[in-house]
Nanobody, 124 residues
Framework: QVQLAESGGGLVQPGGSLRLSCAASTFTLDDYSIAWYRQAPGKGHEEVSCISISEGRTYYKDSVKGRFTISRENAKNTVYLQMNSLKPEDTAVYYC?????????????????WGQGTRVTVSS
């Protein structure tokens, strides 16, 4: 069973920054495309960003484009989500999964189970 571990969430003021980490202990993340999702209270999972397996292309939803950056650090077997200029509407539990990133529709299809997630709260 493929499962990833998210970390790095917390409470931050509007306009602040956080960096989330997505790590795997039993397989190599570089062998997979990885996507970040979020789930706000009372809502379903929302796509956030995806990084592809081969060329490392990155994809973002309009709601986070220009503020969030997804990246890999292969030496640490970790994928990051750098979140800047945070807004209250970014408040959610954030999850990462292995995924298929569609460059044609900017849609990300999860291919592994949801983990525990990491909670991000943006509030003054």
């Amino acid at each position: 069973q493929v499962q990833l571990a998210e970390s790095g969430g917390g409470l931050v003021q509007p306009g602040g920054s956080l960096r989330l980490s997505c790590a795997a202990s039993t397989f190599t993340l570089d062998d997979y495309s990885i996507a970040w999702y979020r789930q706000a209270p009372g809502k379903g999972h929302e796509e956030v960003s995806c990084i592809s397996i081969s060329e490392g292309r990155t994809y973002y939803k309009d709601s986070v484009k220009g503020r969030f950056t997804i990246s890999r650090e292969n030496a640490k077997n970790t994928v990051y989500l750098q979140m800047n200029s945070l807004k209250p509407e970014d408040t959610a539990v954030y999850y990462c999964t292995t995924a298929e990133c569609s460059p044609y529709t900017n849609t990300y299809y999860p291919t592994s189970d949801w983990g525990q997630g990491t909670r991000v709260t943006v509030s003054s």
